[in-house]
């Protein structure tokens, strides 16, 4: 799990549970089985492309670490659906919510995504990356097949992303990291923690303004 994190290729959520059907629509895209046929698609181009880039600017010598992690920030913002995500995560207390307390929330939460991720870019330690595969699951979303290799050659950790396209751009709204999901499981602690506060998202609110202003975690003390 970790590993996923350090790449920052791994961001956020279990299939089928953002209302996509698990059967293959008929006029989604055909399967790809390997990496050149994934590649010839959109969505497997995406996946790879964010890859590739994630990789060169953790490989790039020149940058300082602000440069980096604006970098990494861009880039997150502009291949994960955060808004999707965000919603989902919370789960019905999205509609419990008060206006302005869904406008905090969803902001504190992208702060938070893109935060948590561009910290851990800067532990990459020689992983390579590869898209391996294509499962149509609707017209609208694909689930793109990947695999991490590591330097040590143990064996690959399996990484699968669901791709929605929505309003002609594609969004990561889903990555499962070895069948683990990891919005699932931020989904069930958010639940978790509102649950202890009797249903109310005021408790989940004051944690997670706590969080956007710890230091990352590689400025923290040691």
Known sequence: MLMILR????????????????????????????????????????????????????A?????????????????????????IGRFVIGRSWNAATSAQQQEYMKL??????KTYSDRFA?????????TGI?????KDSVVVSEI????GSEPTSVDWRVRKKDG???????????VSLSVTQRQEYASIIQHDGGKIDGLLALMRQQVQEPAAGNQPG
């Open 109 to 114: 939460f992208e702060t938070l995504v893109i």
């Open 149 to 152: 290799t590591h330097p040590d």
């Open 60 to 84: 790039n010598k020149n940058l300082s670490q602000d440069q980096r992690s604006e970098q990494f920030r861009h880039m997150l913002s502009a291949s994960f659906d955060l808004p999707t």
């Open 169 to 179: 751009k594609l969004g990561i709204i889903d990555v499962v990291v070895e069948g």
């Open 7 to 58: 790449l920052a290729l791994a961001a956020i959520l279990l299939f089928g549970s953002l209302g996509v059907s698990p059967a293959f629509a008929a006029t989604a895209e055909p399967s790809a089985q390997t990496h050149e046929q994934a590649l010839a698609t959109p969505v497997g181009k995406f996946i790879q492309s964010l890859g590739d880039e994630a990789i060169a600017v953790i």
């Open 123 to 131: 532990l990459y330690t020689g992983e390579g990356f590869q898209v």
């Open 135 to 139: 499962r149509p699951e609707s017209e």
